[in-house]
């Protein structure tokens, strides 16, 4: 089974300014099938990218995703009031499918 | 749209069964896996398995391998989540979603809320 280890735990940070959150495996993600997600409270996680650097639809283009084999990064270029939740990863290039446990991104 | 519409909460007690239906529309349902991840309360999510609706082929998560079941029918472009033996550990919002190999898990249901309490 893959580890993902996400870092920070939480993040302060002001609307304005740039976010850079890490995800790291325990071992290599195949095909780098690494996701990320944006989960609001009450909500259902939303897919921002997928195979690691590719924006999902609807997706506004401050989000932007890197990285490959164990080290993987989200950054939002300049955060807007909606931007504050909670962030997952996900890889889903091998079995079983498995999560980061979360950034949450809050205001400061 | 494309869209997964999940069945309403459900109240249980230890011991007894749960069934989460989601219905899928606005795509072809065979086309997607549907997989089901779950979250405890003001916890991480947790992947249980996938079923895919074109052949009812399934892959659980070992942890969750005996006592869940995945089965989906097809006329009505709805799969299925079963959990049985419930604890309540399982109390959790259940959400299904639908897969590909490309896009992994890009479209979520709302989430079914299950609590397990006697």
């Known amino acids: 089974e893959i580890v993902l280890t996400q870092s920070p735990g939480t993040l302060s940070l002001s609307p304005g300014e740039r976010a850079t959150l890490s995800c790291r495996a325990s071992?290599?993600?195949?095909?780098?099938?690494l996701a990320w997600f944006q989960q609001k409270p009450g909500q259902a996680p939303r897919l921002l990218i997928y195979?690691?650097?590719s924006r999902a639809t609807g997706i506004p283009d401050r989000f932007s995703g890197s990285g490959s084999g164990t080290d993987f990064t989200l950054t939002i270029s300049r955060l807007e009031p909606e931007d504050f939740a909670v962030y997952y990863c996900?890889?889903?290039?091998?079995?079983?499918?498995?999560f980061g446990q979360g950034t949450r991104l809050e205001i400061k | 749209q494309v869209q997964l519409v999940q069945s309403g909460a459900e109240v249980k007690k230890p011991g007894a069964s749960v069934k989460v239906s989601c219905k899928a529309s606005?795509?072809?349902?065979?086309?997607?896996?549907i997989h089901w991840v779950r979250q405890a309360p003001g916890q991480g999510l947790e992947w249980m398995g996938w079923i895919n609706p074109n052949n009812g082929g399934t892959n659980y998560a070992q942890e969750f391998q005996g006592w869940v079941t995945m089965t989906r029918d097809t006329s009505i472009s709805t799969a299925y989540m079963e959990l049985s033996r419930l604890t309540s550990d399982d109390t959790a919002v259940y959400y299904c979603?639908?897969?590909?190999?490309?896009?992994?898990?890009?479209?979520w249901g709302q989430g079914t809320m299950v609590t397990v309490s006697s």
């Open positions: 979603a639908r897969g590909s190999v490309a896009l992994g898990t890009d479209i």
């Open positions: 195979g690691a650097s």
């Open positions: 996900q890889q889903y290039g091998s079995s079983p499918i498995t």
């Open positions: 071992q290599s993600v195949s095909s780098s099938y």
């Open positions: 606005g795509y072809t349902f065979t086309a997607y896996y």
